[in-house]
């Protein structure tokens, strides 16, 4: 059968709203390690897939995955030794107080139990998060998503700040206390709540701003903002879906590069190596505070299975020294995309940290007008040279690169000469 008539079929049976990527869709059978395999047998290097975090079908999360999967299945009602274990696992990666871990299943489940937990605890309503924000789709989530909707939508509880993008956002590089001057707007978005006799209950950021195409604030950034909130009594919630899971380089989530604890840490995508599992962590404080009113049942979240692979993947973490990798694969990349920009006009700026990098691509380098058709172009071109990417960004104009962690320096080189040559072939 061909691509085209499972195209027809796909659309018929499941319906507009599911997007496939590219002009001409990749048709995946098969893959391992950062390779994936077409139905035609055409290998492409993934530099887009965080939830292969370890790499795809790593033989270590397969097995642990068959095994369990072989014994047993059942969920969090009954005793077992596994979810104990991870949960105990998980949380000693976790600085401070944040001892408490409660699985999920997703991304958007994690962020949906930290804001009731949120609004639980402080008693307030008012959330503040940041502009082009994706945190996931449930329906309050995708209220949190401000990429997703027009701002004349926004719920009356939600105040949205500008994200710190200094590049094209009201404070640029070279100014001085940028972190600062942006936590400040945090401050101002809280005071906006209180005229609407709303109190914050939480402030949410993806601390690699994925959706906002990658940004790297300041640490004074976070810092100043969950200082700014817990003063007005909400809670700080570091949103490590992107960020976390060694994806920065320099610690295994993403909020330490800023030296700062928050409340709640919600996390998911990698923790499986592409099996559904997520959670939050939290303080046994805030986790005591929320049980007193509510009990919390997720049917799959933290299951035997989940369990054993969620133990496997923070297992090939250690072993493989995954942190080390992305540290120093990184540094290769990120200078090897600088000097790209110094030969490419198009590349306005760069930005990132560890396997998480964004190259902002623009027609103009004084107006910093997005170039978009161009950014599309050249993923698409890249799609058919053999490497696989992705596009965000509020102006859809920053090339994303976040390939899975065991991604090498050949890797490397192989992906800056695919991006020299398109963004050489499409002028
Ligand atoms: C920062 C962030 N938070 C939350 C989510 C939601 O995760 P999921 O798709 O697993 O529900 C995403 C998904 O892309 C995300 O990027």
Same mark, same amino acid.
């Given at each position: 059968m061909s691509n085209q008539e499972l195209i027809r079929r796909r659309d018929r049976v499941m319906g507009p709203a599911y997007r496939l990527f590219y002009d001409e869709p990749v048709h995946l059978v098969r893959g391992k390690g950062v390779w994936l395999v077409d139905d035609e047998g055409r290998k492409y290097l993934d530099c887009y897939n965080n939830v292969a975090s370890v790499g795809h079908c790593h033989p270590r999360v397969v097995e642990a995955l068959k095994r369990q999967a072989s014994t047993l299945n059942t969920h969090t009602r009954y005793l077992h030794e596994n979810v104990v274990e991870y949960a105990e696992r998980l949380t000693g990666?976790?600085?401070?107080?944040?001892?408490v871990c409660m699985p999920v299943c997703t991304g958007t489940e994690a962020n949906e139990l930290a804001f009731r937990i949120a609004r639980a605890v402080t008693g307030n309503r008012g959330t503040i998060v940041t502009g082009s924000a994706y945190h996931g789709n449930s329906y309050v989530i995708n209220e949190l998503s401000t990429m997703e909707y027009p701002a004349s939508e926004r719920p009356r509880y939600l105040e949205v700040v500008e994200a710190?993008?200094?590049?094209?956002?009201?404070y640029r590089a070279g100014e001085t206390q940028i972190g600062a001057a942006y936590a400040a707007l945090v401050g101002e978005g809280i005071d906006r709540l209180a005229g609407r006799q709303y109190q914050p209950a939480l402030f949410i950021c993806d601390n690699i701003f994925s959706s906002n195409g990658v940004l790297t604030p300041p640490p004074e950034y976070l810092q100043e903002s969950y200082r700014r909130v817990r003063a007005a009594g909400g809670l700080a919630v570091a949103?490590?879906?992107?960020? =976390?899971?060694?994806?920065? =380089?320099?610690?295994?989530?993403?909020f330490m590069d800023s030296a700062v604890v928050p409340d709640i840490v919600t996390m998911g995508k990698p923790m499986g190596d592409g099996h559904p599992l997520a959670a939050v962590v939290t303080t046994p404080g805030i986790a005591e505070k929320f049980a007193r009113k509510y009990d919390y049942f997720n049917?799959? =979240?933290?299951n035997p299975v989940s369990a054993a692979v969620g133990l496997a993947v923070l297992d090939v973490i250690e072993e493989e020294q995954i942190l080390q990798n992305v540290k120093s694969v990184g540094d290769y990349l990120g200078s090897g995309l600088r000097t790209l920009a110094q030969q490419h006009e198009v590349i306005g700026d760069v930005r990132g940290k560890g396997l998480f990098w964004g190259v902002e691509l623009v027609r103009?380098?004084?107006?910093?007008?997005?170039a978009d058709t161009e950014a599309r172009k050249a993923a698409e071109h890249l799609r058919h040279n053999g490497i696989l990417l992705g596009v965000s960004g509020p102006g859809k104009n920053v090339i994303k690169i976040r390939p899975?962690?065991?991604?090498s320096r050949e890797n490397a080189d192989q992906l800056l000469e695919g991006l020299k040559l398109a963004l050489t072939d499409h002028r």
């Open positions: 990666t976790l600085p401070g107080d944040l001892s710190p993008c200094i590049y094209r956002g009201r949103d490590e879906v992107q960020s =976390g899971l060694c994806r920065l =380089g320099d610690h295994m989530w993403g049917t799959f =979240g933290g103009n380098p004084d107006t910093r007008e997005p899975p962690l065991v991604f």
